[in-house]
């Protein structure tokens, strides 16, 4: 037995009905788990991940140790109709893998993202500690670096800023802004591990301006002189009113997370009015927009 390995069945063009049939007969040889290989996709309205119905679909059967190899004939035998390959895969820790592939980049101005398990780099004037475990927010994707600029750019101009970070993931934005000199954050987010994960880099980065907060917007009514949403754009509609509402006279709205080839429905949905669009910036398939009220 080699504890490195385990072994799949990969099994092809599987029918609904006889799945069951599938799994108790593997389950009979050994074998310790199945799954099904769905189709999905992300869907913008709500954030959600949607699984694509479908009649056929793709079947793993793992095994932790190697099946007999007569197994493999003996589906065959019963479902000549399911093509089946049996594949010999390395264990492999994918948290400590993708660990290797996260290095300290700056962020902006001097404000660099810095990997909690790594040394920050000589010519950091600032360091944003990150441990994002499985939340948004590494820094790394195009909707988190135009959230970055936008706001960056808002802050600058509106020392001790009150901010509000809505859909904060890792925190990352939040602590952003409290390093360029916001006096006050609120971060928000509806997932829990978000949530868990927030509140362990607001220790990492010693924070003490940023509260990390489960409260829903329509409870909130002191206004921020800032508000960051960086959300898929289904959402910013869903939210809007209270979104816009939020915002002090004066102050801003970033909103990131928009797709190119949604960019006209959400003109449409998303109602600027009394705000007036003082940037839209782009990066790859994102766009993103700062408002001002
Ligand atoms: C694209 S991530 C952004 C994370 C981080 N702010 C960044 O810029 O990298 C969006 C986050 O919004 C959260 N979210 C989704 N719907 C939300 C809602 N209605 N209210 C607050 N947060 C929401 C998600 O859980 C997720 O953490």
């Not at 909690?116 to 950091?124: E, F, H, I, L, M």
């Not at 600032?126 to 939340?135: C, F, K, L, Y």
């Not at 809007?240 to 949604?262: F, M, N, W």
Request: net charge negative.
């Amino acid at each position: 037995v080699n504890s490195n390995k385990y072994f799949r069945f990969n099994i092809k063009n599987v029918e609904r009905a006889q799945e069951d049939l599938i799994a108790l007969w593997a389950f009979d040889h050994g074998a310790s788990g199945t799954a099904e290989v769905l189709p999905f996709q992300q869907n913008p309205e709500d954030y959600s991940v949607a699984t694509l119905s479908s009649e056929l679909f793709h079947l793993d059967i793992f095994f932790e140790q190697a099946p007999d190899p007569e197994l493999v004939f003996e589906f065959r035998r019963r479902w000549p109709l399911f093509p089946i390959e049996c594949l010999a895969e390395e264990n492999r820790d994918w948290m400590a893998e993708w660990k290797k592939g996260f290095h300290p980049f700056e962020l902006m101005d001097g404000i660099w993202i810095v990997p909690s398990w790594t040394k920050p780099p000589p010519q950091s004037r600032q360091v944003i500690w990150m441990d994002p475990g499985m939340a948004f927010g590494t820094g790394t994707h195009e909707t988190t670096k135009l959230a970055a600029r936008l706001l960056g750019e808002a802050l600058r101009s509106r020392p001790g800023a009150r901010v509000l970070d809505v859909g904060t993931g890792t925190g990352i934005l939040a602590f952003l802004a409290e390093r360029m000199g916001a006096s006050d954050i609120i971060a928000t987010d509806v997932d829990p591990e978000a949530v868990r994960v927030a509140n362990e880099n607001r220790e990492l980065n010693h924070s003490v301006r940023t509260r990390i907060s489960t409260d829903s917007l329509d409870s909130m009514q002191e206004p921020f002189d800032v508000v960051v949403a960086n959300i898929i754009d289904g959402v910013l509609v869903a939210l809007q009113t209270d979104l816009k509402r939020l915002v002090k006279p004066g102050g801003v709205l970033i909103l990131s997370g928009i797709l190119d080839e949604r960019l006209a429905g959400f003109r449409t949905r998303f109602l600027t009015s009394p705000f007036q669009i003082r940037n839209e910036a782009d990066m790859g398939e994102w766009r993103a927009w700062s408002l001002e009220k």
